[in-house]
């Protein structure tokens, strides 16, 4: 059985796993429970970005305090804005005009954020 497994290519098996779990969700009608996973697993996301940024901040909270007041309120406050942001489009599943918003929110904030950081590591 070993080398049979190991004769298929990594890929097939990757897809015939796949394809095994959604036979299993459609016989068992387990769609409500695909769903439920599926939310846990975007709150898991929107965590696992949060923490990342603290993280960020933790290593790096040295340089930013050496920076002015306002760029150190206004990086910290496109930093919050865009993970409010990000924590909409988890909660509300935006489409159309506002699903175009939260891109336009996400790049105004990353537009401060590289903005910001350029005028403190000015030479």
Request: net charge positive; proline share 3%; hydrophobic share 60%.
């Amino acid at each position: 059985m070993r080398k049979l497994w190991d004769r298929i290519p990594r890929l097939a098996r990757g897809l015939g796993i796949i394809a095994l779990a959604a036979a299993i969700v459609v016989v068992l009608s387990l769609e409500p429970v695909l769903a439920t996973v599926g939310g846990l697993v975007q709150i898991a996301f929107f965590l696992a970005i949060a923490l990342f940024l603290f993280l960020l901040w933790r290593e790096r909270r040295g340089d930013l305090e050496a920076w002015s007041e306002r760029n150190r309120r206004l990086f910290y406050a496109a930093i919050v804005l865009a993970v409010v942001d990000i924590g909409m489009l988890v909660g509300l599943g935006p489409s159309g005009p506002d699903a175009f918003v939260f891109f336009a929110v996400l790049g105004a904030c990353a537009w401060v954020l590289v903005r910001t950081w350029r005028l403190e590591h000015r030479y």
